[in-house]
């Protein structure tokens, strides 16, 4: 089945380390996102990637890295210098982006918190 | 930034009885998306608009883009216990044409 895989389903974050959070999909897609849903609130922007080798930055990348070196995988580090990451982070990818306003499908989340 | 407003926050209702919930937005978007997310999950699309105007239904569910491409509305007939969930608007929007989402309607259906 044709889909997107985020992994892990749960995580644990130690004060001053960096996590990295996994997607991957299989949709042939080009683009990719990630979110953040915090209790409440609808869904945030971290980053976008409408290419490989090629990302942006979001409404709230500080403290958040990314890397896009192959079309089917875009992983997500949570760095030390977040300082709020408890949150579920959620993965998207969709056939294009800008042009033709295609829908984003989602992966179904990872939650982080920390210990 | 742009931002849409959705309304209501929560509902709580009874089984088989019919829902209505909405965004507004101050801007114009050209396309109008509805998701819903069960607890622990990702969003799942259900329906997406992309004319003003246009009408469209996905089983009990049915939406439409506003005339003015500022508003858009979900209605849920003769809902049932699955339905619960969130249910979320977004639109393409912002400068960078990124995709915004309301914060949700938490809809809980009484059996």
């Known amino acids: 089945d044709g889909g997107i895989t985020q992994s892990p389903k749960y995580l644990f974050r130690k004060e001053g380390q960096n996590v990295t959070l996994s997607c991957e999909q299989n949709?042939?897609?080009?683009?990719m996102y990630w979110y953040r849903q915090d209790p409440g609130q609808g869904l945030r922007l971290i980053y976008y990637s409408q290419i490989v080798n090629d990302f942006q930055k979001g409404d709230i990348a500080e403290g958040y890295s990314v890397s896009r070196e192959k079309k089917e995988s875009f992983p997500l580090t949570v760095t030390s210098a977040q300082k709020n990451p408890t949150a579920f982070y959620l993965c998207a990818s969709s056939t294009t982006r800008l042009t033709s306003n295609q829908p984003q499908h989602f992966g179904d989340g990872t939650r982080l918190s920390i210990l | 930034g742009q931002q849409l407003n959705q309304s209501p926050q929560s509902m709580f209702i009874q089984e088989g009885e019919d829902v209505s919930m909405n965004c507004t937005s101050s801007?114009?978007?050209?396309?109008w998306l509805w998701y819903k997310q069960e607890p622990g999950e990702g969003p799942v699309l259900l329906i997406a608009?992309?004319?003003?105007?246009e009408l469209t239904s996905n089983g009990r569910l049915t939406a439409q883009f506003g005339i003015t491409r500022k508003d858009s509305f979900l209605n849920i007939s003769a809902s049932i216990p699955s339905d619960v969930g969130i249910y979320f608007c977004?639109?393409?929007?912002?400068?960078?044409?990124?995709?915004?989402f309301g914060k949700g309607t938490k809809l809980s259906v009484k059996p």
């Open positions: 608009l992309y004319k003003a105007g």
């Open positions: 949709l042939n897609h080009d683009a």
């Open positions: 801007s114009i978007f050209n396309t």
């Open positions: 977004a639109g393409f929007g912002g400068s960078q044409g990124n995709l915004i």
